[in-house]
């Protein structure tokens, strides 16, 4: 084999070929196949889902339901349902409104975006998507406080209904906050588990914010 | 396939490159915080600055949301643009073009600081400006802003003046860059604290009518209260002044 020793194949050849090995007809696969089952079903499946992850942002335990099957579906009803709601507020003249449909959901998303990014950088071992996930659904109570502060400033809106908006947002506020952190911190390295938490307090400080100032017109 | 799956894994690699700047603890973050604060004494000696890029991140963000916060409280009216988007712009803006500059500057004068080095220390000077912005939007007397700018103010500018004329050498070089971040930083406080308040003297006038006296039409703020505390303050003020 001496004459072969300076035969050599260029690294950058690609070397192609199959490996598939052929399966039998009947693979388990076929009968877990969503395709064929009637849309209602399907639908039923992720609303299913998704009210079992509202469950678990209301009574946030250590669970890891909310983090295994990550799904965006209950974030964006939610963020969609959170703008509609501080639309078209506070306009005391026709160049300044509250704050716009895009503005709120630019918000949200761009600050969940911003917080993934920062806890993956500290080290967290959370996925992109299952953190953007668990921070949409906890807005779940701040939206619950929206919802309850239009429905108090439709009675009137004096220092009585400010006080009772101020307590509802703020409860809802450390509700979000203690939920996101129940689910989120257990991903970061114990001792840096307080730089996680801030920005998200500052996120939900600022969407609570806009909550309390909102003044219908 | 290849192709797409090369182009994630580099977006991935690209995150970890700023990886290194965040690597800090609690106890560092708040040590750093307050030694932003304290104008160091030792200036032949060029002083270490932590190349740590989370503690100002937040502080900017933090900004935001003191900012958001004075001008909801005074009903700032946006013609263009949204009131998060301009208060966003404004601080980020700030941050990452008045670093540039002084880099820049620094560069031509010969100083030893890294572009990192520079946007750490700039945003670690603005814990400053989150104080006294968040107690002056709260309590509404110009006597106390002035304190505050001077005081709080003046001492973080202090602290990142005395880091820079430690690293650099040469009297006309230390005076350029030193007064330039001075003056800007000085002069962003008051652009803050005087720019998102909507002096409204035309609601003034009709409030009080002819009965006020010229002297007391002082410019200041409005919250969304009534008119009592209005004329307290305004009485107040007269009083002080």
């Known amino acids: ?217 | 396939g290849k192709r797409q799956a090369s182009r994630a894994f580099s977006l991935y690699a690209n995150i970890d490159i700023l990886r290194p700047y965040f690597d800090v603890e609690p106890v560092q973050v708040r040590a750093r915080l307050l030694e932003s604060m304290i104008p160091v004494k030792m200036i032949n000696f060029p002083q270490k600055i932590a190349g740590e890029l989370y503690g100002p991140l937040m502080l900017v963000f933090t900004l935001v949301a003191i900012l958001l916060h004075g001008m909801k409280t005074s009903d700032t009216i946006i013609r263009e643009g949204t009131l998060m988007g301009t208060a966003i712009g404004t601080c980020f803006g700030y941050w990452l073009g008045v670093s540039s500059f002084i880099y820049f500057l620094a560069y031509l004068c010969n100083a030893q600081i890294t572009m990192v080095q520079m946007l750490s220390l700039l945003g670690y000077g603005l814990f400053g400006h989150c104080i006294t912005l968040f107690v002056t939007y709260n309590i509404h007397f110009h006597s106390l802003f002035y304190i505050f700018w001077l005081g709080v103010g003046g001492l973080s500018t202090l602290r990142m003046v005395a880091v820079l004329v430690s690293r650099t050498v040469g009297h006309t070089q230390r005076l350029i860059l030193c007064g330039t971040l001075a003056a800007l930083h000085m002069l962003f406080l008051l652009y803050l604290h005087f720019a998102y308040h909507k002096v409204v003297e035309g609601i003034l006038d009709t409030l009080e009518g002819p009965n006020m006296p010229p002297f007391q039409r002082v410019a200041r703020d409005i919250p969304v209260v009534s008119n009592a505390v209005l004329n307290t303050t305004a009485k107040a003020v007269a009083l002080t002044l």
């Open chain 1, 1 to 217: 084999f001496a004459g072969l020793a300076d035969v050599s194949i260029s690294e950058d050849m690609p070397v192609e070929g199959e490996i598939t090995v052929p399966v039998g007809s009947r693979s388990p696969d076929e009968d877990y196949s969503t395709l064929d089952e009637p849309v209602r079903d399907t639908i039923m499946r992720d609303l299913k889902a998704v009210g079992k992850k509202f469950v678990h942002v209301m009574y946030p335990k250590k669970s890891s339901a909310l983090l295994r099957d990550w799904d965006l579906w209950g974030p964006l009803v939610l963020c969609v349902s959170l703008a509609l709601m501080l639309q078209g507020g506070s306009a005391d003249s026709k160049d300044d409104g509250g704050p716009q449909f895009a503005e709120v959901f630019v918000i949200i998303w761009f600050g969940a975006v911003v917080i993934t990014l920062n806890s993956k950088l500290l080290g967290g071992t959370i996925s992109f998507f299952q953190s953007l996930c668990v921070l949409g659904y906890c807005v779940l109570p701040l939206t619950v406080a929206m919802l309850v502060c239009r429905l108090v400033l439709l009675a009137g809106s004096g220092t009585v209904s400010f006080v009772i908006r101020l307590i509802v947002v703020v409860a809802m506020f450390g509700w979000s906050t203690l939920a996101s952190t129940a689910f989120l911190a257990d991903s970061q390295p114990p001792n840096r588990k307080a730089l996680v938490v801030y920005p998200i307090f500052l996120f939900y400080f600022v969407i609570s914010w806009m909550i309390l100032t909102f003044t219908p017109q």
